[in-house]
């Protein structure tokens, strides 16, 4: 497994979807597009010097792999400094620090099977799922999918012309339902939000589906995995894009002459560096904070970016959206996440 890295990457196109969404295209040279490779429902990192800070924001691939360039789309959030940015800065021509695509909600397509999809999204959440949709649809003739979207009204649907184009495209195979909570419609069904009592009654009126999608704000997904889990679903892939930030790890300062809580030893492509760290300080906030170029993203425990494993000492993790259980057990942590609960750790990045 490649670790992420970043690169500089042109904006090739760019188009408002909405009055608050922005859509960004970037060129991929032909000697990068090996690394640039993905898989349908990964997402891209960027990274820009926003006031003086180096800011950096993950966002969903919404283009699928056989299109040409890399696409993604940043809706503006209340408070959002990069979103805020990146709906008034760039401008076609203008270049871009882009990591590698990351992400583990994707799935690939299978020729042979004949599957059946159920994707539950909201507001922007439908970008991830937008890209498995056109992916999964040209790629498995025999297979079926279904789509819960969930917006405030019609105007604020993300990419509203490009679903409706798949759903004449895909007539027999493709179905949109549109979820509105502040707009009323014929179905009261489709009326509200989609919380967990609404895809219980929606999820059990569709045929035994086989993988079932979940991209959302925190609020929107909290007891969704178990509904669908609860009546048959075999696979459910979730895909948080709202980090809850309750007892995460923050950035602290050491003072002058003070002891560190902890010594980090950090491994990194090769080479190895202590780090003070002080209580209750994240590693990668010390790694940081000294100075250390090492990968992350999103610091809130759901890219997997700052993924690395413990080979000496304990650590206490604040949060876990993204490790599975198999890299867990192997000693593998999120370092976002992660205060030494020992004197001395050793933290390899190395490590796959």
Known sequence: MARPRFHTLRVTALRHDTADAVVLTFEVPDALKPAYRFTPGQYLTLRAEIDGQDMRRSYSLCSAPDEPGL?????????????????????????LSVMTPEGRFGLTPDAEAGRCFAAFAAGSGITPVLSLMKALLAGEPGSRFFLFNGNRSTDSIMFRSEIEDLKDRYLSRLSVFHV???????????NGHLDADKVRRLA??????????????????????????????PHVHVERFTPSVDGRPRPVAIAAGAKPAAIATIIHEGSRVEIPVAEGEAIIDAALRAGRNLPFSCKGGMCCTCRA???????????????????????????????PVTERVVVDFDQV
């Open 204 to 233: 059990a009126m569709l045929p035994p589906v086989d993988h079932a999608f979940v991209c959302g704000p925190q609020p929107m997904i909290e007891g969704l995995p178990a509904v669908l889990t609860e009546i048959g679903i």
């Open 309 to 339: 494993k413990v080979v000496e000492g304990k650590v206490e993790m604040a949060v876990n959206y993204s490790l599975e259980p198999w890299e867990l057990a192997a000693g593998f942590v999120l370092t976002c996440q992660s205060r």
């Open 180 to 190: 509105l909570s502040r707009e009323e419609q014929d179905i009261p069904m489709l």
């Open 71 to 95: 696409q993604v789309a940043i809706k503006r959030v209340e408070g959002g400094v990069f979103s805020t940015w990146a709906n008034a800065v760039p401008r076609v021509g203008d270049t």
